[in-house]
């Protein structure tokens, strides 16, 4: 978009930045219930990571490189509010930490091998 003959690129966003930390924090507290509060904990995490807080100039998202660990820290954001409001069943950092950390998915590629080639048939 050009703005005042500057171009400015438009961020097109989905889920991909609040969700993935905000069910893993519900997941690694062991919530009894989502809360308006825990919600607003992921937000205010990602909008302490936004780069525009550092360069006004700055796309308005982080990368999709720094998703996954973007994720973590508004996991834990989420778990430590719904600590704060009496809805998680985790009671320490330590434990909250173990819950983090089992809970993480990491994905696992096996190496492309490609199949032997079938002998042909013939046909009749």
Known sequence: ?????????????????????????????????????????????LVRHLPTSRDKQAPLLPPLSEVRPLGTLIARAVAKQAIREGQAQVSNDVELNRKLRANVWEPVYIPYKPAPASPKKEHW
Do not use: C, H, W
């Open 1 to 45: 978009m050009n703005v005042e003959g500057r171009i400015v690129p438009i961020t097109q966003t989905n889920n991909s930045y609040i969700f993935p930390g905000l069910a893993l924090g519900i997941i690694a507290a062991k919530a009894k219930r989502v809360t308006d509060g825990m919600i607003k904990a992921a937000t205010k995490e």
